[in-house]
T-cell receptor, first 113, second 110 residues
Framework: GAGVSQSPRYKVAKRGQDVALRCDPI?????LFWYQQALGQGPEFLTY????????KSGLPSDRFFAERPEGSVSTLKIQRTQQEDSAVYLC???????????FGSGTRLTVV | EDQVTQSPEALRLQEGESSSLNCSYT??????LFWYRQDPGKGPEFLFT???AGEEKEKERLKATLTKKESFLHITAPKPEDSATYLC???????????FGQGTRLTINP
C-alpha cells in the first residue's frame, strides 16, 4: 500500500486480556519501529526491527510487551495481561534506512477498562 | 539522558500572524532533527529532517532551522489549515530511535 497500515484502529480490552496489534509497513522498508503515545504527549520509542531482526527493545515497558516481525515485513505488537496504564495510541513507523524519512501509520488506540 | 523540549506547549495565532516554534535538545549525539505535523486521530506526518547546524529547509509556509542546541519551525502568514500539533524529534547517534518532544499545539484562527 501507499502508507503504513495499522489494525485495528481502535481496541477496547478488559483488564487482564491479551491483545495483538498489527502493522503493515510500506513495501520495501527495511526498518520498522513501534512507539507508544499517551494523550497530549509525544510518542515514546518501544522497539526497532531491521528486517526480521529485533535490534533494540529497550523501550518496552515490561515483559508483558512482545513484538515480532518473522518475515521482515508485517509486525505484531502483543501485550499480555493488559493493565489500565497500557491505554495509549500505539504507532508503527517504517523507513528505508539511515538518513531517510520515517513514515508513521495512524495508530491503534488501545483502551483498557 | 537524551531530552527534547518544545515550547510553547500551545500557541494561538490569527490568520496571517507569523511566529516560531522552538525545539531544544540535549542529546549524546545528534544524527538528525525531525519535524512532524500531527492532526487529531492521525499519526505524525513527516515535514523535514535537518542534519547539521546552519541547515534550513522550507515547505510552503514552513521553514525549519537548526543550531547546535535547538531548532525552530517558522510559520509565515499561517492559514487555519495549518492548525495541528507540531512535533520535533532527535535521532540519536548509535541508536535507531527518535526522541520526541511533547509537541506544540498550534491553532490558527480565521
Amino acid at each position: 500500500g501507499a502508507g503504513v497500515s495499522q489494525s485495528p484502529r481502535y481496541k477496547v480490552a478488559k483488564r487482564g486480556q491479551d491483545v495483538a496489534l498489527r502493522c503493515d509497513p510500506i513495501s520495501g522498508h527495511v526498518s520498522l519501529f513501534w512507539y507508544q503515545q499517551a494523550l497530549g504527549q509525544g510518542p515514546e520509542f518501544l522497539t526497532y526491527f531491521q528486517n526480521e531482526a529485533q535490534l533494540d527493545k529497550s523501550g518496552l515497558p515490561s515483559d508483558r510487551f512482545f513484538a515480532e516481525r518473522p518475515e521482515g515485513s508485517v509486525s505484531t505488537l502483543k501485550i499480555q495481561r493488559t493493565q489500565q496504564e497500557d491505554s495509549a495510541v500505539y504507532l508503527c513507523a517504517s523507513s528505508l534506512g539511515n538518513r531517510w524519512g520515517i513514515s508513521f501509520g495512524s495508530g491503534t488506540r488501545l483502551t483498557v477498562v | 539522558e537524551d531530552q527534547v523540549t518544545q515550547s510553547p506547549e500551545a500557541l494561538r495565532l490569527q490568520e496571517g500572524e507569523s511566529s516560531s516554534l522552538n525545539c531544544s535538545y540535549t542529546v549524546s549525539g545528534l544524527r538528525g532533527l525531525f519535524w512532524y505535523r500531527q492532526d487529531p486521530g492521525k499519526g505524525p506526518e513527516f515535514l523535514f529532517t535537518l542534519y547539521s547546524a546552519g541547515e534550513e529547509k522550507e515547505k510552503e509556509r514552513l521553514k525549519a532551522t537548526l543550531t547546535k542546541k535547538e531548532s525552530f519551525l517558522h510559520i509565515t502568514a499561517p492559514k487555519p489549515e495549518d492548525s495541528a500539533t507540531y512535533l520535533c524529534a532527535a535521532l540519536i547517534q548509535g541508536a535507531q530511535k527518535l526522541v520526541f518532544g511533547q509537541g506544540t499545539r498550534l491553532t490558527i484562527n480565521p
